[in-house]
C-alpha cells in the first residue's frame, strides 16, 4: 500500500477530540474500563464479542447526550507537513478521505442516494457522543444517532499486539467497515433492520450479524476502489493497493470473528451469542465486496447469504 504524499490531506472530516476528555461510562453499563491499553485490553476483547466494534445506538442502552467538539488546528498542522504520512493520525485522516470520496461517487450510482458525510472523531480515554458516553474499551464504532464514527487509534495497537492483525491495512478496513454502518444508515438498511429485530427479538443475533458482514462487504467494495479516489485537487489519494494488502484485510476479518474472539476470551465458542459474524463469514463477505467491486453484491440479507 503505497498513499500519495502529495494528496491534500482534509482534516475538516475529522473532528479531534484528544486530550479534551468526555466522561467515563459506557453503552448499557457495560463494565468496560477507562484509559490506558494495558487496562483494557480484557474488557475490549469482551467488548468486541459482545457486538461493540461496528454500530451502536440508543437501542443498546446508554443516555443520549449531544456529541462534544474537539480542536483540529494541531492535527491540520501535522497534516500539512511534508512528513504527515508518517503520522498515524495523518494516515487515518487521508483514508477516511478515500472512504468517503468513495461512497460519494458510488452512493447515488448504486442506489440513487445523495452521499451524507459523516465526521471520524479521533477521542482518548471517553467521549459522550449521541449515542452515550463511551470509554476507549468501547473499540470503534459508528453512532447512527449523531452520524459519526469513533475510534481511539490506540486500538491499532491492540489489534497488532493482541489480536493478530499487525498489517498497515488493518486501519483502513476497520474505518471502511464503519463507514459501511454509514452507508447503510443513509440508505435505510439499519433502521429495517432494527424494526426487525423489534418485531422478532429472537432473531435479533442473527439480524445484527448480518448487518455487520453486510458492512464488511462494502469494506471490501471501497478496498477495490481505493486506487480510483482524489482528493479536491484530483490527485489520487492511493498510489497503490497490492494483494498482500488485501490478504492483510482478510487476515483482520479473521482475526475479530464471534467465534475467535469467544475462544480468545477464554469461552467456549457459542453460535447464539454471535453478533457479527465468525471469521470465515467476515473473511467471505470482504472478499465478496472486493472481487465483485458492487455495493448490490453484498445484500447479506437475502436468503441462504449467510450461512
Excluded at 469513533?150 to 499487525?166: E, S, V
Excluded at 476497520?174 to 454502518?181: M, N, T
Aim: glycine share 14%; aromatic share 8%; net charge neutral.
Amino acid at each position: 500500500m503505497e498513499l500519495n504524499e502529495n494528496a491534500n490531506i482534509d482534516t475538516s472530516q475529522i473532528d479531534d477530540e484528544r486530550g479534551s476528555g468526555g466522561g467515563g461510562g459506557g453503552f448499557g453499563g457495560l463494565p468496560i474500563g477507562g484509559g490506558g491499553l494495558t487496562g483494557i485490553i480484557v474488557t475490549i476483547l469482551l467488548a468486541l464479542v459482545g457486538g461493540y466494534f461496528g454500530i451502536n445506538n440508543l437501542s443498546g442502552g446508554g443516555t443520549s447526550s449531544a456529541p462534544q467538539t474537539g480542536n483540529n488546528d494541531k492535527l491540520k498542522q501535522e497534516c500539512a507537513q511534508k512528513t504527515a504520512l508518517k503520522q498515524l493520525d495523518c494516515r487515518n485522516t487521508l483514508y477516511v478521505n478515500s472512504i468517503q470520496a468513495f461512497w460519494r461517487e458510488q452512493l447515488p450510482t448504486s442506489f440513487g442516494k445523495t452521499y451524507q458525510p459523516a465526521t471520524t472523531v479521533f477521542f482518548s480515554t471517553a467521549v459522550r457522543t449521541g449515542c452515550g458516553r463511551a470509554s476507549s474499551g468501547t473499540g470503534p464504532f459508528y453512532c447512527p444517532s449523531d452520524d459519526r464514527v469513533y475510534i481511539d487509534l490506540t486500538f491499532y495497537r491492540l489489534l497488532a499486539d493482541q489480536l493478530g492483525a499487525p498489517g498497515e491495512f488493518a486501519q483502513p478496513y476497520v474505518l471502511a467497515h464503519e463507514y459501511g454502518h454509514h452507508v447503510q444508515d443513509l440508505v435505510g438498511t439499519e433502521a429495517a433492520m432494527r424494526r426487525a429485530q423489534q418485531r422478532d427479538p429472537g432473531a435479533a443475533n442473527q439480524l445484527s450479524v448480518k448487518l455487520e458482514l453486510q458492512a464488511d462487504c462494502y469494506a471490501g467494495v471501497w478496498a477495490k476502489g481505493a486506487t480510483g479516489t482524489t482528493d479536491n485537487k484530483g490527485l489520487k489519494l492511493f498510489k497503490s493497493l497490492t494483494a498482500e494488502d488485501i490478504q492483510q484485510g482478510l487476515q483482520t476479518a479473521s482475526k475479530i470473528g464471534d467465534d475467535t474472539l469467544q475462544k480468545r476470551s477464554g469461552g467456549t465458542v457459542n453460535p447464539a451469542e454471535f453478533t457479527h459474524g465468525t471469521s470465515a463469514q467476515r473473511q467471505q463477505w470482504f472478499g465478496t465486496g472486493y472481487n465483485k467491486a458492487d455495493p448490490k453484491a453484498c445484500d447479506t440479507f437475502a436468503a441462504g447469504a449467510v450461512s
